[in-house]
């Protein structure tokens, strides 16, 4: 798989905005060397989404993937400096006729090449006119230093501590294998779309030298009815239908939920229109329409007999796969947008499936714990029961992982002091892996809190009691 | 060894309110037909094992009621292994799976063991490769067209595997390591453990070998169900050292023949073994290396291992034998 070439078709570039999340796509073939000019290259976080695979040739592999990709975008709109990557074969071929046993390889060789370290990849399949969507994503720690790491310090900015406590662990695991997915093509592309910044073409057929039959402005929307490759066929006011590319539309979220908030219904998507109507939303609302705008994003969505536009940031979005919820989080979790990744892991573990692997329900409660303490100024700061519950949570779904434990002592040293069940957590890390680094480190760390004078900052903080500073002193012997 | 019993499905005689524990059956040479007296039986779960050594009588016979013997706790896992071993013989195992308010049961069965003399590789291969046989679907069973239906079962048990072990290849990939799916026209059948072996020795880079049989009957409650035997034969690398056979029985309603519920779990058994393999081939190389190759090969297997371990659930089929195996690596490890 190291013999990739990749055509950029740099003229099908999308940038939306200078500060926002952008999308670019890449074509690769097999049979040459990895090589072009890299996209986005300005950006410092980025993630490869692949085309799915399509085995069984339902049509929907190309579709899926761009699907996925415009839902990230949507997902990621308002952070700056980050950015997602489709890779597809070129023109109407398919990913499985040009990969097989490869396709993950190549995900990650391609991830590698653009500098991106998240990679995500998936295949669909039919079963008894079911749609079955799998997906897996993969992170690679090692470009640009993106492990997942949870840190707690006691630096104080404005205090001039010279002898700050700092704690790391980190979450280890690299790849996940979601449930799959069982949905409907209704589910997937009948939806609301919004035209790009650059304004869309419509066209006669699914292909882009077909008849063109509109052109329209930027942040018009648009109802979308079905998709055939990278087009989505939508609906036009005259009750005809065209097709508009995937890579020229923004793809909000096809559904939102409030969580039993009351959201204010506007006119239109503006603060100065008129207030229709406060309505507290409990359910699930699909959405009708929606603008991206400079101060961030509206949904026209209906309650009942209530119909308006709402602030996109008093709803929760919901997108079509788990895995994208996934993805939005880890993107939020490395720009420590903490409160938005805690939103995102929390709609991950809602609906991620009962057949979800233990491993990836178990990150992702650590992933939610380390947002729910990292969110706060200060660790002390944060909901010890929620934080204490997700890890308890992944403990229980994976006991044998020493990660655990590690982000235990974490939470019950740098946020709610508890020595005893802090050095009792690390005590089972090292039980169950005596190497394991991060645990060995965070004992080294005790040690040395356990050796400082009284007087000092680490004191004040954490005390250990003579015999938990034996046992501390068991467990950095090296054996 | 061969099953005798085609299709014994162990969830069946486990649904509803089984009665105690039981388990009986007889242990027979593969080779010679002859009973085997004196084998021991191993039963693993999360958090513990029993052994019963001798536990085969001179007709090569076994029974004994699992209540009088395990913890409570073992017979409230989900899951419980039955290791059949002898000195000189592939060790195999069989996975028993409970449904709630059930018992652990395992009646009448006929085992047989295949000796380890005359299946040994004469050029050690790569071991980087999980071969896939076809799954058989014997003609005459109540499936409209068999072949057919062999085709489907195989395609769909192994669409999914892939992924999984994409996942397992943490924190050190094998290199090269794939999934190769064997054509319908291969003879080999899984049920002979001996011939599944050499095949895999022709074969030169044979990790393990997996495969299995469906077919269909009729419940008391007149449904159609199909049902699976499925096995996975580790390929024993290195002269000398014993493979691994493990078997695992289900059963759905025909109507769910491609239900990913079925794939995905057969696959979650094949990746974990597929861990167990890697890990024991590195284990048996390690054990015949050098001072410096054994170390790494051991540092592999435990890393493997530990990878694993790291990610399964407490009660999840064989979760014990990584354990155990993990074990003895680390013991290895010792100076």
């Known amino acids: 798989m190291n013999q990739l070439i990749r055509t950029l078709f740099l003229s099908m570039m999308l940038v939306l905005s200078l500060n926002s999340g952008a999308g670019e796509r890449v074509a690769f073939i097999p049979g040459a060397q990895i090589g072009g000019e890299k996209v986005l290259s300005h950006l410092k976080l980025k993630s ?55 396709y993950h390889k190549a995900a990650l060789e391609i991830a590698k090449y653009e500098e991106a370290p998240i990679a995500l990849w998936g295949r669909v399949t039919r079963d008894q006119g079911r749609l079955i969507v799998d997906t897996a994503c993969t992170l690679l720690p090692e470009i640009s230093d993106t ?56 066209r006669a057929e699914p292909n882009k030298n077909a008849r063109k039959v509109a052109t329209l402005p930027a942040n ?75 101060k961030g994003v509206w ?20 997108f079509s796969l788990p895995a994208v919820h996934f993805l939005a989080g880890l993107f939020r979790y490395f720009a ?4 938005i990744a805690e939103q995102e892991f ?49 403990s229980r779904l994976t006991p044998y992982d020493p990660s655990n434990y590690n982000l235990q002592v974490i ?44 007087d000092t900052q680490y004191r004040r903080l954490i005390r250990f009691t003579p015999q938990q500073k034996l046992e501390i002193e068991k467990l950095t012997i090296p054996r | 060894m061969k099953i005798t019993r085609l299709f014994l499905i162990v969830l069946l005689l486990l649904a509803g309110h089984a009665e105690a524990a039981t388990i009986s059956g007889q242990v027979m040479d593969a080779i010679s037909r002859k009973p085997m007296e004196g084998i021991e039986i191993s039963l693993k779960w ?136 064997l054509g319908m026209d291969t003879e080999v059948k899984i049920s002979n453990t001996a011939r599944v072996i050499d095949f895999g020795y022709q074969l030169k880079d044979a990790l393990a070998i997996v495969g299995g049989r469906a077919g269909t009957r009729l419940t008391d409650e007149q449904q159609e169900q199909m049902e699976f035997s499925s096995r996975y034969v580790i390929v024993p690398g290195i002269e000398g050292q014993t493979g691994r056979v493990m078997r695992w029985d289900d059963a759905l309603p025909t109507g769910l023949i491609s239900s990913r519920m079925i794939a995905d779990r057969l696959n979650r058994l094949w990746g974990r073994n597929t861990v167990r393999a890697i890990a024991l081939a590195a284990y048996n190389r390690a054990m015949t290396a050098d001072a410096e190759t054994k170390l790494v090969l051991l540092k592999k297997a435990e890393e493997f291992l530990k990878a694993e371990l790291r990610d399964a659930g407490t009660d999840e089929p064989l979760v014990a034998e990584l354990d155990e195996l993990l074990q003895q690596v680390k013991e290895a490890r010792k100076p």
């Open chain 1, 48 to 102: 490869v989404i692949t085309e799915f695979l399509d085995p069984q040739n339902t049509g929907l592999g190309k579709s899926i993937g761009y699907l996925v990709w415009r839902e990230t975008l949507a997902a990621i709109s308002d952070q700056a400096g980050a950015g997602v990557i489709l890779a597809h074969p070129p023109g109407e071929q398919r990913i499985v006729e040009l990969l097989r046993q490869d």
């Open chain 1, 147 to 202: 492990a997942l790491k949870v840190r707690l310090s006691t630096k104080d900015p404005r205090a001039a501590d010279k002898d700050p406590l700092t704690l790391q662990a980190v979450i280890p695991r690299t790849r996940f294998s979601f449930a799959w997915v069982e949905t409907t093509r209704k589910r997937l592309f009948e939806r609301s779309l919004v035209t790009g910044y650059a304004g869309a073409v419509l």
């Open chain 1, 220 to 294: 018009r929307g648009l109802q979308s009815v079905d998709m055939q490759g990278a087009w989505f066929r939508v609906h036009l006011d005259d009750g005809e239908t065209a097709y508009v590319n995937a890579g020229s539309v923004m793809l909000p979220p096809r559904e939102v939920t409030a969580a039993g908030r009351r959201v204010q219904f506007y006119r239109n998507p503006d603060k100065g229109s008129a207030k229709l109507k406060q309505v507290k939303l409990n359910s699930l609302y699909q959405v009708l329409d929606s603008r991206y705008l400079r």
């Open chain 1, 299 to 318: 949904y026209r969505i209906k309650a009942g007999d209530d119909e308006g536009w709402v602030e996109g940031w008093r709803v929760t979005p919901r």
């Open chain 1, 336 to 339: 420590q947008k903490y409160d």
């Open chain 1, 346 to 394: 929390g709609q991950f573990i809602e609906r991620a499936g009962a057949n979800t692997r233990n491993r990836v329900m178990a990150t992702a409660y650590q992933l939610r714990a380390a947002s729910r303490l990292l969110k706060e100024r200060h660790a002390f700061d944060a909901d010890k029961q929620a934080v204490l519950s997700d890890l308890e949570k992944a």
């Open chain 1, 411 to 454: 939470a019950q040293l740098g946020a709610f002091p508890d020595e005893s069940k802090a050095l009792k957590a690390l005590q089972r890390a090292l039980a169950l892996d005596a190497d394991d680094p991060t645990a060995l480190g965070l004992a080294k760390k005790l040690s040395k809190i356990a050796d400082r004078p009284r």
């Open chain 2, 46 to 181: 999360y958090g513990g094992d029993h052994r019963i050594r001798d536990a085969t009588d001179s007709q090569g016979r076994f029974q004994f009621q699992l209540a009088q013997m395990l913890p409570a706790e073992a017979l409230q896992r989900r899951s419980l292994n039955l290791l059949f071993s002898q000195q000189g013989y592939i060790a195999e195992s069989i996975l028993l799976e409970r449904l709630p308010d059930a018992a652990f049961n395992l009646n009448h069965e006929r085992i047989e063991l295949t000796p380890v003399e005359g299946s040994s590789p004469s050029d050690p291969g790569s071991y980087t490769t999980l071969y896939v046989l076809p799954y058989q679907v014997p003609q005459g069973s109540n499936l409209s067209d068999p072949q057919e239906m062999q085709t489907l079962i195989t395609e769909y048990l192994t669409s999914g595997v892939d992924m999984y072990l994409q996942e397992i290849a943490v924190p050190a990939p094998i290199e090269n390591f794939g999934l190769q799916s």
